[in-house]
């Protein structure tokens, strides 16, 4: 090793010394920052090694390098995202984002203590079970309710509790994959059920429903398909039949409705009718389960309803520990059914007030972002426009039910566009849009719940960033 090479390297700064550098942030007292500086210390001995030439950074510099990667390498991924899909329940996304009052609620106890499992009535311990009870018999007119983690572990709760060891009647068109590769033949198989299918895929009767049913049936099951429809030559066994047979063979009725609908969605936007809660209550179905996130608007939560009989028992299994929800899930449940309570959800919750929007207010809403970004869009070699889009309700609801939409529409080459794409997902406050008929789009309905003033600003430092 030559001496100016050696001379080049004691200019190397001493780990010690970085360490103690004001740029290190809030790394400066984790024991990760110390193997980070020399594991920089020693990439830039070898650059020099390699090349005598290399620049060496001094103290400070290496400090902010490994304040950065450090940064990089465990900032959470789980961030705030804005949603320009135009897809209102997103799973991808987060599904539903919750109401303001949700939030205060789950901040309020996630402060300090709560009253989770305390009875201030009464001075002693008290139970989870009872914190939405109340709210969800006045919602759906059940005689009983329970939640749990999500709507997969209230089905599976349901079906443990009821039919372990015996068999669950389905119909084969309702053999549904709910997301992420589980499904319902999955979830049966795990609560140590029996699945017999019955019925053909597009046709199903209830007297096959009848002829299935034997000594060894524990359950007659409904699930709602979701996130896909079977058109042409179909039938289906109605809910009320299914409870008649029910009730004649002495077999509950599991009603598994995914969605969450406690309102009708179709009283503020064209979409058609989306299966109540309450209706399947009405019906008679023993247990009824279905989502907090979905149409219901609120926190991932799985809700079961329905007969005293049956909710008991499942409340008594020993999986419902394994699945119960945490205080922030009810904190957030409860704000958002006393919003259904007091008829303010439309107002309220935020996918409520995406879906009563129309392309007016749509227009009206990105009217001053349109204005304000269109020299910045010219000035990256872009044009841009307010065009028609399309909205859907998305999360396994209302599958294919379009909502005439309106977007904000990015013309040019389909490299710059893409370019801009990749720099607003990745921007400190990801901004997530789609690239369409060549054409890069920005959907208000989903975007309307923002601040149009902070869309303004990321847009013009993405299209600056193109400049």
């Known amino acids: 090793m030559s001496k100016s090479v050696q001379s080049r390297l004691s200019q190397l700064p001493k780990v010690d010394g970085v360490l103690q550098r004001p740029e290190l942030g809030a790394w400066a007292k984790s024991p990760l920052a110390a193997g980070k500086v020399r594991e920089l210390v020693d990439e830039t001995r070898l650059l020099v090694l390699e090349d005598e030439s290399t620049i060496i950074p001094d103290a400070a510099d290496l400090a902010r390098m490994a304040h950065d990667e450090l940064d990089k390498r465990f900032r959470s991924p789980l961030r705030r995202v804005l949603n320009g899909t135009g897809i209102i329940i997103h799973t991808n996304l987060g599904r539903a984002p919750i109401s303001e009052a949700a939030i205060e609620a789950m901040n309020a106890v996630a402060r300090g203590y709560s009253t989770l499992e305390y009875d201030l009535d009464r001075g002693r311990r008290g139970s989870r079970h009872n914190l939405v009870r109340e709210h969800l018999l006045a919602l759906t007119g059940a005689e009983d309710a329970l939640v749990a983690n999500n709507n997969a572990s209230a089905l599976l709760l349901a079906l443990t509790a009821l039919a372990k060891r015996k068999e669950v009647l389905v119909s084969r068109g309702q053999l549904v994959e709910i997301g992420g590769s589980f499904r319902i033949p999955d979830i049966c198989r795990v609560s140590g059920a029996k699945l017999v299918e019955v019925g053909t895929t597009n046709r199903t009767r209830i007297g096959d429903y009848d002829k299935a049913i034997s000594a060894k049936t524990g359950v007659l099951l409904r699930v709602h398909p979701s996130n896909f429809r079977v058109v042409g030559f179909t039938e ?3 809910l009320d039949d299914l409870v008649k047979l029910g009730k004649k063979h ?5 009603d598994d409705l995914g969605s969450g609908a406690l309102a009708n969605v179709s009283s503020v936007t064209r979409l058609p009718h989306e299966p109540l809660v309450s209706e399947s209550v009405a019906a008679g179905a023993d247990v009824v389960t279905f989502s907090g996130d979905k149409l219901l608007g609120g926190p991932q939560a799985g809700l079961a309803v329905g007969k005293s009989a049956y909710i008991s028992k499942m409340r008594k299994h020993p999986l419902m520990r394994a699945v119960r929800p945490d205080k922030l899930t009810f904190a957030a449940l409860t704000a958002t059914l006393q919003q259904y309570l007091t008829a303010d959800h439309v107002q309220e919750l935020p996918i409520w007030r995406m879906f009563s929007l129309g392309v007016v207010e749509l227009e009206a809403w990105l009217g001053p972002v349109f204005t304000d970004v269109t020299a910045a869009a010219n000035d990256a070699g ?14 396994g609801s209302l599958p294919e039910e ?3 939409s309106r977007a904000l529409i990015f013309s040019g080459t389909q490299r710059r566009l893409k370019d801009f794409q990749d720099g607003l997902r990745l921007a400190d406050v990801p901004l ?3 690239l369409k008929d060549r054409r890069f789009h920005l959907d208000a309905r989903t975007l309307s719940i923002e601040s149009p003033d902070e869309i303004t600003k990321l847009l ?6 193109l400049s």
């Open 432 to 434: 997530i849009g789609y």
């Open 236 to 238: 289906e066994a109605q």
């Open 402 to 404: 379009e909502m005439p």
């Open 382 to 395: 872009l044009e841009v426009e307010i065009g028609r889009s399309v909205s859907y309700a998305g999360g």
């Open 460 to 465: 013009i430092a993405g299209l600056e960033e």
């Open 250 to 254: 002495n077999l509950p009725v599991v």
